[in-house]
């Protein structure tokens, strides 16, 4: 099982940008789906996570900015920013609660990280 992230780059102060991560793999089923970031020299923190049915929850820096969605068909999870601020800058990663097809338990996985740059 792995999980691939697309969608960073540079953008400009205001702009937009959708990220999206797709899982792959012998995948029986995904519970929650999320995206973090990571600032230089910061922790990683939750920027929005999101149940099977649909259910978000969002940290409270990006709520009116960002929505959070999924696709259970592909196995994909997508993140949208609008409005983006400089104190967006981060790597963003996806993180998925997977179970496997023919395992006991779930555990959960991460994606590897795609800057996201914004700059004028």
């Known amino acids: 099982v792995q999980l691939q992230a697309f969608g960073g780059g540079l953008v400009q102060p205001g702009g937009s940008l959708r990220l999206s991560c797709a899982a792959s793999?012998?995948?029986?089923?995904?519970?929650?789906m999320g995206w973090y970031r990571q600032a230089p020299g910061k922790q990683r923190e939750l920027v929005a996570d999101i149940g099977f049915g649909g259910n978000a929850n969002y940290a409270d820096s990006v709520k009116d900015r960002c929505t959070i969605s999924r696709d259970n068909t592909k196995n994909t999870v997508y993140l949208q920013m609008v409005s983006l601020k400089v104190e967006d800058m981060a790597v963003y990663y996806c993180k998925a609660w997977i179970y496997e097809r023919g395992g006991s338990s779930g555990m959960d996985y991460w994606g590897k990280g795609t800057l996201v740059t914004v700059s004028s």
């Open positions: 793999g012998s995948i029986f089923r995904i519970n929650v």
